[in-house]
């Protein structure tokens, strides 16, 4: 049986979720191959854990310094596991790919939890995911989207990280919403609903009740809204060079300029070769299928189509909505941009 000491030392032990009511942690073994064989460490992907441990919070957080790590914060279906992924090489970086705990920190807080307890288990939960894998090795983490309301903590508490911001252009997002149909124009609303208890909506000025009159895919923009004017402000507050933007299109449209941008952006050397020709950037991230950028702009092209008069006036009105608040929706000085 391993013991507490070799499984903090070794990240192969994932740090997967918090145990709240105990206040510690539970590790689950996963070799590095896994993680990269899986778009999301998440039960449903890693399935039955041979082996967990929990160890106490206090534990970890004395026993495990803080690291630099990095971020790829991003506003859903705009290529941040393929990003990810192509960040992925074995004596350059080690990529984690919404590691459940990070979830486990927003619903401790949207539970109620003081901000310093939600603090500390974000700090337990950041000194563990940052563990490299290999000697020199960055690593690089994607949460899910769900986190960005504490974006800014986690920069302050991991020295020296670095975050880029991925995001689909608007319209390119609310496509993307209406092509996976019903399943995600309720989870449009769930994160809405998650992100009212945050705070993260009000100051777009819009409350529950308006919400509640909105269709679903303006419920869709309204969240897109509210993570671009976070994250503007955000930019603004930590310096670009520690907080990057970098646009969908450009990732799947130049990929091995767009990837080559972010590792530079966090630090890492990339080894030579290509990264657009390889399997991050041909097959469909969640189901691994084949899938080519060809692919892609022909289903957006069907669903373009089939939903355009109602993707034309979201977009539309949310373009009116960000006008009145100042919220930019093409950032200037994106990663990979001409001239960048």
Partial sequence: MATTEAILADPEWLAHRHVEDRDTVRFRHGPRARHAAVPFLVD??????????????????SAVPRRPLHFVFHSAFCGSTMLARALDRPGAAMALSEPVILNDVVGFRRRGAPADAVARLADGALRLLARPFGEGEAVVVKPS????????????????????????????????????????????????????????????????????????LQVAATGWLAQHRFFLALREKVGAGRLAFLDSETLTGEPD?????????????????????GEAFNRHSKSGKPYTPQDRASDYAAVRAAHGEEIAMVTT????????LGIGLDPPGRLAQAGS
């Fill in 44 to 61: 449903d992907y890693l399935g039955a854990a041979e082996a967990t441990h929990d160890i106490p919070l206090a534990e970890c957080l």
């Fill in 145 to 216: 989207n769900v986190i960005n309301p504490l974006a800014e903590l986690l920069l302050a508490l991991a020295p020296g990280s670095r975050g880029v911001f991925l995001f689909a252009p608007l319209e390119t997002f609310l496509v993307s919403v209406a092509r996976k149909g019903l399943p995600c124009r309720l989870w449009a609303r769930e994160l809405a609903e998650g992100y009212l208890t945050d705070a993260f909506l009000q100051p777009l000025g819009f409350a529950a009740g308006d919400l509640f009159r909105q269709s679903d």
């Fill in 257 to 277: 300029r767009a990837v080559g941008a972010a590792a530079r952006h966090f630090g890492i050397a990339m080894p030579a070769g290509s990264v657009a020709g």
């Fill in 317 to 324: 009105w949310a373009g009116r909505v960000a006008e009145t």
